[in-house]
C-alpha cells in the first residue's frame, strides 16, 4: 500500500493537469483567434508588434502579436501567440493568418 498510494496519487495528479491543459488550450485557441481577427480587421495590422491580456473567466491569458514576410507572394504572416499557466508550468499557443502586403 505504501507505495501504491503515492503512484496513485501522481496519476490522478498527472490526469488532472492533463484535463486542465486541455481546457485552457481550447480557451487560448479562442482567445488568440478574437485578438488576431480584431487586430487585422481594425487596421492594426500596420502597426508594430502588440501584446496584452485577456481574461476567460478567473484565467488570464497573456497574449502578443507577430509579423514577418512570407515567402510567397506579396503577404505577411501574422502570428498570435498565447500563453497560459496550469499548476505552476507556463503553456502556450501560436494561431497564425496571412496578411496582404497592400493593407498596410
Given at each position: ?12 495528479h498527472?490526469?488532472?493537469?492533463a484535463?486542465q491543459?486541455g481546457?485552457?488550450?481550447?480557451a487560448a485557441?479562442?482567445v488568440?483567434d478574437a ?5 487585422v480587421?481594425?487596421?492594426q ?5 502588440q501584446?496584452?491580456?485577456?481574461m476567460e473567466?478567473?484565467i488570464e491569458?497573456?497574449w502578443s502579436?507577430?509579423?514577418q ?8 504572416i501574422?502570428t498570435?501567440?498565447v500563453?497560459f499557466?496550469?499548476q505552476g508550468r ?5 494561431i497564425?493568418?496571412l496578411?496582404?502586403n497592400?493593407?498596410?
Amino acid at each position: 500500500m505504501a507505495i501504491v498510494i503515492p503512484v496513485a496519487i501522481e496519476g490522478v495528479h498527472v490526469a488532472n493537469q492533463a484535463g486542465q491543459v486541455g481546457l485552457r488550450k481550447a480557451a487560448a485557441a479562442r482567445v488568440g483567434d478574437a485578438v488576431l481577427n480584431e487586430w487585422v480587421t481594425m487596421g492594426q495590422s500596420q502597426t508594430a508588434n502588440q501584446r496584452g491580456t485577456k481574461m476567460e473567466g478567473p484565467i488570464e491569458y497573456r497574449w502578443s502579436i507577430q509579423t514577418q514576410p512570407w515567402n510567397q507572394d506579396s503577404m505577411r504572416i501574422a502570428t498570435a501567440q498565447v500563453t497560459f499557466n496550469v499548476q505552476g508550468r507556463e503553456f502556450e499557443i501560436d494561431i497564425s493568418t496571412l496578411i496582404d502586403n497592400s493593407t498596410r
